[in-house]
């Protein structure tokens, strides 16, 4: 069972950032691939970025690419989404995820929620205008 808890969430204004903070309970956490989904009121949960086990590969959204950078730190069991230039429209609650990598994925894997064994309990963001 790996536990996943989600931190850094905040109210911020437009143009601000924040780092969202990952960290799992596990001591193979270089073998899971990692997703960060934001669910917003009233809307279904929606994949924002992913990244392997190495840290090697990642996919965004496209309409946050340029401005979120998921990362990861294994020796810190730790994956990280650095947001940037935040608009009202990424406000939601947003959720990290875990999978295990057995081998290469494309983003339609990263993107899928049934892909994840493990979820975080989310964190909010807020972004006012």
Known sequence: QVQLIESGGGLVQAGDSLRLACAASTRSFSNYFMG??????????????????????????????GRFTISRDNAKNTVYLQMNSLEPED????YCGAGTQRTFYTKSTYSTESAYAYWGQGTQVTVSS
């Open 36 to 65: 960060w989904f934001h669910q917003a009121p009233g809307k279904e949960r929606e994949f924002v970025g992913g990244i392997s086990a190495s840290g090697s590969t990642t996919y965004y959204l496209d309409s946050v690419k």
């Open 91 to 94: 406000t939601a609650v947003y």
